[in-house]
T-cell receptor, first 116, second 111 residues
Framework: EAGVVQSPRYKIIEKKQPVAFWCNPISGHNTLYWYRQNLGQGPELLIR????????DSQLPKDRFSAERLKGVDSTLKIQPAELGDSAVYLCASSLDLRGGIYEQYFGPGTRLTVT | QKEVEQNSGPLSVPEGAIASLNCTYSDRGSQSFFWYRQYSGKSPELIMF????GDKEDGRFTAQLNKASQYVSLLIRDSQPSDSATYLC???????????FGKGTRLHILP
């Protein structure tokens, strides 16, 4: 079974430029998460989708970040414009329906963003 | 107060010994707890989850949960150099189904 796929793996951009990340979750997983992980920290949730619906985007900086999950499968996360403080690893994860209570979350390899 | 707290380490343990990793949480409504292993430059991978008080064993790993004291621990028996990694504790917050991660504990197994 293929795991969570993310692209690109690495991205270097200048500040104020836009950037987009793509995620393809594990087949059949209807819950998708975007996390940001800074060096020496645990992942911090940015947004969680259940199918097409963003059910938790309370930590998403909406002035510059946006996300979409069309057709309830692939998802993109966009930053426009990027700031120096956005440099981090952006992780996508997926799981089966959270409502079951106990579930396993599978992470993709992440995109390492460097803003210069 | 952080919602999930871990000692950042590094925790150094001789090969073959038991490594003990601890985590405390602040939300008494948290129901489920997870331990992830993260190698340097890699993404987290789930090792175990636990939701009932007591111990849960899986191979060399044992997760322990004490809801009254609000702590979760992970024991690794017969530690191997390949166990050297950062171990992330996470809790599922009951109030909003949000998973909160700790900062992680760096574990170093000494050959």
């Amino acid at each position: 079974e293929a795991g969570v796929v993310q692209s690109p793996r690495y991205k270097i951009i200048e500040k104020k430029q836009p950037v987009a990340f793509w995620c393809n979750p594990i087949s059949g997983h209807n819950t998708l998460y975007w996390y940001r992980q800074n060096l020496g920290q645990g992942p911090e949730l940015l947004i969680r989708y259940e199918n097409e619906e963003a059910v938790d985007d309370s930590q998403l900086p909406k002035d510059r970040f946006s996300a979409e999950r069309l057709k309830g499968v692939d998802s993109t996360l966009k930053i426009q414009p990027a700031e120096l403080g956005d440099s981090a690893v952006y992780l996508c994860a997926s799981s089966l329906d959270l409502r079951g209570g106990i579930y396993e979350q599978y992470f993709g390899p992440g995109t390492r963003l460097t803003v210069t | 107060q952080k919602e999930v707290e871990q000692n950042s380490g590094p925790l150094s343990v001789p090969e073959g010994a038991i490594a003990s990793l601890n985590c405390t949480y602040s939300d008494r409504g948290s129901q489920s707890f997870f331990w992830y292993r993260q190698y340097s430059g890699k993404s987290p991978e789930l090792i175990m989850f636990i939701y009932s008080n007591g111990d849960k064993e899986d191979g060399r790993f044992t997760a322990q949960l004490n809801k009254a004291s609000q702590y979760v621990s992970l024991l690794i028996r017969d530690s191997q150099p390949s166990d050297s990694a950062t171990y992330l504790c996470a809790s599922l917050m009951n109030r909003d189904d949000k998973i909160i991660f700790g900062k992680g504990t760096r574990l170093h197994i000494l050959p």
